[in-house]
């Protein structure tokens, strides 16, 4: 049987990347449109990649005409909560025209499956922890928003024109490809882990821990580490899930557990056997003290098993690919 094409919008990112690789082993053919501001040639590691922008509705008729996928993945979009806060024109214009585009030509072209990459950051300050699916929808920032105001639009594109989408709300992803060749690199670099690994590394004089004041048990803030191989899976879990049933849905994506800003440092050092040195800062602000997701739902209804979000296994991965990223390999090969 002839395999069934995806695009994936923003497949040269970090999540987007991870999950072209897994389109290949969960049975369908990738087909990966971007147009490499944020993303890497490098990071394309499989299927077929489109070079296009997401403002360019004529570009997104032709690749949908062309490949004729059964759903599109939507990972192409602005990420930086605190960015956000600074250009929030930048998040509602890019972050809602762009999909507002793509749904565009999706309708015209009859491409009736969506998977959503939404986050946590759409319940807000949590007045609940673990946070279950059905919490108050409360941003407290431009990004959390527009991936907010996507969903409900979504929730009346489907009521109104029968466009399936699952959403999934991530926690922190974190960790990279088993291989070691594929990750994470953003620009500027924000993510707690790749910078305690610049740290460790020596490619930055410390890490700052962003306040010790808050009321947790070791002060530090805590987050769902959820590793982004396992997150890549739970799409097309959810898009084989969503094309049987024919109905939307959304899930949290997360392990239940929460690590501390303090426990991710220790657990580095013992990864890598090597000293994080540790600068201990102010607040950052529109940190919540306490992330953490009820992520049952996705295992119940899914059968969604993550298998690689240990912290343990988040850190050996990351670090792994880190030192390939900066070593002469990599640069002589890319
Ligand atoms: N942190 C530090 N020092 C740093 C960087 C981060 O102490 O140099 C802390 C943060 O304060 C936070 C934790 O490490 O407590 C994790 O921070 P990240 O920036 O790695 O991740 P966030 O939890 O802030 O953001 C993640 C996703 C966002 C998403 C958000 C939901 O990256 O896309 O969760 O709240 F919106």
């Keep these: 049987m002839k395999k069934k094409t995806v695009l994936i919008t923003g497949g040269a990112g970090y999540i987007g990347s991870h999950a072209a690789k897994e389109a290949e082993r969960s049975g369908f053919t ?10 890497h040639k490098w ?54 025209g762009n999909a507002l585009n793509l749904f565009s030509a999706m309708l015209q072209e009859k491409v009736m499956y969506f998977v ?39 929730t009346s594109y489907d009521q109104a024109y029968g466009l399936k989408s699952t959403f999934l709300r991530y926690f922190n992803a974190s ?14 670099e924000t993510h707690l882990i790749p910078l305690v690994l610049d740290a460790v590394a020596g490619l930055r004089k410390e890490i700052t821990v962003f306040g010790t004041d808050y009321p947790t048990p ?33 899930f949290n994506l997360g392990t239940g557990k929460g690590y501390s800003v303090k426990e991710v440092i220790d657990e ?7 000293k994080v040195p540790v600068k201990y800062g102010l607040r950052r602000a529109g940190d919540p003290p306490r ?38 390999a990599f640069s002589q090969k890319h």
């Design 175 to 188: 960790g990279a490809d088993a291989s070691g060749k594929l990750g994470e690199a953003h620009a500027p």
């Design 30 to 39: 990738p087909v990966i449109f971007d147009n490499l501001s944020a993303g």
């Design 116 to 154: 959503l990459s939404s986050t946590a950051a759409v319940y807000g300050d949590p007045i609940q922890v673990p946070i279950p699916e059905d919490h108050p929808k409360n941003p407290v920032n431009p990004y959390g928003d527009s991936k907010y105001i996507l969903e409900r639009i979504l």
């Design 268 to 274: 580095t050092e013992r990864v890598t056997g090597l």
């Design 218 to 250: 070791d002060g530090t803030c805590i987050r769902d580490y959820i590793h982004v191989t396992d997150l890549a899976a739970v799409h097309f879990l959810a898009l084989k899930h969503m094309m049987k049933t024919g109905k939307s849905d959304f």
């Design 43 to 96: 990071a394309i590691q499989s299927g077929k990649f489109v070079k296009g922008d997401l403002a360019d509705r004529a570009a997104l008729v032709r690749v949908l005409r062309r490949y004729r996928p059964v759903a599109v993945m939507h990972f192409a979009s602005h990420i930086s909560v605190g960015e956000s806060v600074v250009d929030p024109q930048k998040y509602y214009k890019d972050n809602l």
């Design 291 to 328: 992330l953490v997701a009820e992520s049952k739902k996705a295992q119940k209804v899914l059968g969604w098993k993550p298998k690689q979000s240990s912290l343990k296994t988040i850190l050996a991965t990351a670090w792994k690919w880190h030192q390939y990223f900066h070593s002469s």
